[in-house]
């Protein structure tokens, strides 16, 4: 058996609080001009700190509330610790604090919105001021419920409520509440909410307390309706429970928006490094264009030089064609005037003049070769070139091809081609590589040859001076020498020149397959960075409709009940209707009847009286007989409101479809069958 507080309030003070700092710190907020709690650890506030902390380790679950102390400290100022805390358990038990002091604190949401309807039903005009100006009910009625007027009121005034309170429990605060309001209403309706707030603050305590009597006379002369007050608190319950769900639906919501936007916050990051990457591959794939291009003007330069050197080599040919042409027809005419003039000492011009044309023969062979070799090496390169436009043509086909097949399936060939370029680099390279320690070799040999064969002319002209006298007849030959030794330097030097610009180009061109590639490569990867960004935000899209679907069907479900509870009260409303007439129907014809029946005993009483001499019982069957007539007449009466009613009613059920018309109709359906109940009970009367 649990023990009584009152008994356990001991044993509870030595017990130890977790609430105990936070009452320790709103005591000398209690009533701090009062004398009882006015000193600091005095008795009144170890009175009230005992109890607060014995009741907080009593009920767990309320624990402590900072507006239960101002109703403990009332009490301690009428009884002792002891009684105050047995009082004070038995007003959170029965008296609906407990449920008020609760962390939720439902019940106090239950009564402030219990009092709005009553200010909304009692106080119209006030109820659209505090509307207007936003001053909602629990701004200055929560302090009403949670500390009964304790710190709203002086200390008489809330011990008048508080002796009432126990008496009709919450019944007390809202009509004391309405006389406040009621009494207030003029001054209340020309305030703003500041005005108001004051008003509760300094003003309504010293008219409360003027007047006491006159405010609990106003306050017990409200209606107040328990039936209508549990009605308030069912549609409470369904507000608040809707409440609840759409907070729950909010919630929900708000949590998918929440994931939905991290995930946007993501896919704008992915996008934003696509867009950078993007910019970067253009930023780079301008250069390679640009150095494209710059190659290309290069190339073209080195091909205007190329033709300008080869129209030079023609040039030169027909010059040694010509010196050719000239030397054959006058070799003779010298040779044969050197003969017939001369002497002992001319005998050595003709060998000079064969060991001259073989030179020059062997020079023209040479130069034949040399130019049968350069063109040998521009068929080269013309196949070469040859070959890279093919190269480049299917390259191109390729990258076509590339450009329609999908990213996945063009990885492994991208790969592949990769793997091809850089073989093709890298033996190009070593091309290279070995073509240019070739054509160093080249160079020093003919220019090892150049000195050659300069130191030589030198030498057999000095000897042929030394020998021969008749100088001016070998100038000519030294001449044609001369140029065609300037020209085969020329023609050498100019293939060396073309041999190194093929190189050049050949390197060039690797160069620009190999930025061709990283661009290709590039362009693979950003279109399929662009391909999965529009897959993200065709996911997004999806998510965004699907979330918008959600909430179209939820505010479909949402008119669907409505609609299919509109529908409900309008069938109940007609049901009620038809109960009401059938009701009445019934009663008409049960009027009918018993009229029918009265004429019948009137007409047998009076035969009977024809035939009984007695007087007095003659004159009580007459006064009953006018009493029924009279019953009669105030029944028809009754029934011509009845139909007044019904048609009204009908005309109401038109117009506004108000369900709560119905009971006027029953409570006269009700008092016509009570009055059919006498008359039928006269009728018995009568007949016996």
Known sequence: MIPPPKKRYSELIRATSACEKVIRRDIARTYPEHDFFKEKDGVGQESLFNVMKAYS????????????????????????????????????????????????????????????????????????????QGFDTPMYASSWFLTLFTTNLTLPAA????????????????????AILQSGKQDLLSLDMEGMLKYFQKETPQKFDAQIDGFMNLAYGFKYSAKKMRKLEKEYAAHRAKELEDQEEVRRLRAENRLLRQKVSMLETESSELADRLIRGQVSRAD???????????????????????????????????????????????????????????????????????????????????????????????????????????????????????????????????AAVKLREAEATCALKELRPRIAELTAQWQKHLQEYHSEPVK?????????????????????????????????????????????????????????TQNQVLLNASRRQDEEMRTLQSRVEDYERLEKEFLQKTRDHDRKYSDLELKMKDELMMARFREAESAQSLAELTQKVAMLEFQNQELVAQGKLCSVDDSDRYRDLQDRVVDLKAEVERLEHVNKKLIQIKDRNSIDRESTKNPLEVSPTCDLVSYQSDSEEDLVSLTLDLKV
């Open 159 to 178: 011990c008048r409520i508080m002796d009432a309170f126990l008496v009709d429990g919450l019944e007390v605060i809202f009509r004391v509440s309405l």
């Open 288 to 418: 390679q264009e640009e150095t494209a291009f710059q190659l290309q003007r290069e190339l073209d330069a080195m091909r205007q030089r190329d033709a300008e050197m080869t129209a030079k080599l023609k040039e030169t040919q027909e010059k040694l064609r010509h010196v050719e042409e000239k030397n054959n027809p006058e070799s003779g005419s010298p040779s044969s005037s050197l003969e017939c003039s001369s002497d002992g000492t001319g005998v050595q011009y003709p060998s000079l003049q064969a060991e001259l044309m073989k030179q020059k023969e062997e020079l023209v062979q040479c130069l034949q070769e040399q130019l049968i070799g350069g063109r040998l090496r521009q068929a080269e390169m013309e196949a070469v070139i040859r070959e890279l436009k093919s190269q480049l043509q299917d390259a191109e086909e390729e990258k076509k091809a590339l450009r329609e097949r999908r990213p996945e399936e063009s990885i492994a060939l991208l790969q592949e081609e990769l």
């Open 460 to 516: 057999d002209g000095e000897a042929n001076q030394s020998n021969s006298t008749p100088k001016k007849l070998m100038f000519w030959e030294n001449n044609d020498a001369k140029r065609a030794a300037k020209a085969e330097e020329e023609l050498v030097t100019t293939k060396l020149r073309e041999v190194e610009a093929v190189a050049e180009l050949k390197e060039l061109r690797l160069r620009v397959m190999e930025l061709e």
């Open 57 to 132: 380790l009593y009920d767990r679950e309320v624990g402590y509330c900072q507006g239960s102390a101002f109703i403990v400290g009332l009490l301690l100022m009428q009884m002792p610790e002891e009684e105050a805390f047995a009082v004070l358990v038995k007003l959170m038990q029965e008296y609906r604090l407990r449920e008020m002091f609760k962390p939720s604190m439902a019940e106090l949401g239950l009564c402030v919105f219990q009092l709005k309807h009553l200010v909304e039903e009692f106080l119209p005009d006030l109820y659209v001021h505090f509307e207007s």
